[in-house]
């Protein structure tokens, strides 16, 4: 039986759009993560569109992320690869359809990252504001946000932000009563109300549940990862996203890494390499080196406070109580 302090440490890495180099990030951040001693499980969750596994040269694995989720294992690590000797990989899948999972299969595979026997699990999940995608990164303990300079990266890594706090908000709802008010309050947004105006209009309602969502955002666990940067101004450009996300969605949205375009990082991932196998002086290489270390450094209870479900059939606590909570009544009503 897992303990609560033996949960593993869980990244995940998501954009908001394709291209902006979250296959990338995670494989190397996982490599890093690797070089250090940990044991890390790789999951591709980019259910539609996989491609980690070439990133990682693993070109033809023999299992797949589809095989758990189809039942034909009920073991997540029946699925894995061993990549390094310390890292492994469960590859993900571009099976048609996969990408929309059910409330039930969400809440297993949840469950399943949750359990998994290391120490770190980093998840790239797929692009967009899909439910599976939302959920899969607000389950996590970390969230990266890999940003480019490109406008359209930073309007698309804002709305899945706002697609995650929106989650938050409805999913603290534990009756209908609660629901009533939170679609109340959340309909109001038309008039370009920020979430902390939204709770203002929730708190009098309700100050227990606006209490609760706001504890929720607070350590929610959100970091800006620069990628593709050709200058220091790009990165600064990109930490101005921090004051938006923190001032628009209450959240606390650091920008801790900004990785450099770089002819090494583009010629090992065409390689099906890492950086960090292929060139460990590299600049890349120190860059995904020192964001691990910002993230292992993390005090993890610290994002996790007292807000995890009990699991299953009496396990440790291993899915965030609101997630577990909203996908069990989303289960119940057949959604």
């Known amino acids: ?61 023999q299992r797949c992320l589809a095989d758990y989720i189809d039942h034909q294992t009920e073991a997540l690590e029946d699925v894995m690869t061993q990549v390094t000797p310390t890292v492994q990989l469960a590859a993900g899948t571009s099976r048609p359809g996969s990408a929309n999972l059910g409330a039930t299969e969400k809440l297993r595979l ?31 303990d970390h969230k990266l946000i890999v940003l480019s300079p490109q406008l359209t990266s930073l309007h698309n890594a804002y709305a899945l932000l706002k697609a995650c706090v929106h989650r938050v908000v409805r999913k603290h709802a534990t009756d209908e009563m609660h629901r009533d008010l939170i679609d109340s309050a959340l309909g109001q947004e038309t008039k370009a109300r920020t979430i902390p105006q939204l709770l203002g209009t929730l708190r009098p309602l309700d100050e227990a549940l606006a209490s609760s969502i706001e504890g929720t955002l607070k350590r929610f666990g959100v970091s800006l990862v620069g990628n593709q940067l050709s200058a220091a101004a790009e990165g600064e450009a990109l930490r101005k996203m921090t004051p938006l996300i923190r001032d628009k969605l209450m959240l606390n949205a650091p920008f801790i890494a900004g990785i450099k375009r770089s002819q090494s990082l583009a010629g090992s991932l065409s390689a099906g390499v890492g950086t960090i196998a292929s060139r460990p002086n590299d600049e890349a ?12 450094a993390t005090d993890l209870s610290v994002i996790r406070g007292v807000d995890l479900g009990e699991g299953v059939r009496g396990r440790a606590p291993t899915v965030p109580l609101w997630i577990q909570r909203g996908l069990e009544a989303d289960a119940a009503a057949g959604r």
């Open 1 to 61: 039986m897992r303990s609560r302090r033996n949960t593993p440490r869980i990244i995940a890495i998501g954009g908001g759009k394709g291209g902006v180099g979250k296959t990338t990030i995670a494989a190397n951040l996982a490599l890093a993560i690797g070089r250090t001693g940990y044991r890390v499980c790789v999951v591709d969750a980019d259910l539609g569109a996989a491609n980690l596994h070439t990133a990682l040269g693993v070109l033809h694995p």
């Open 110 to 140: 949840l469950r399943a990252i949750a359990n998994l026997d290391a120490e770190v699990v980093v998840i790239d999940v797929g692009a967009g504001t899909s439910y599976t995608v939302v959920d899969l990164l607000a389950a996590a």
């Open 285 to 296: 290489h120190l860059a995904f080196r020192q964001l691990a270390d910002v993230l292992l």
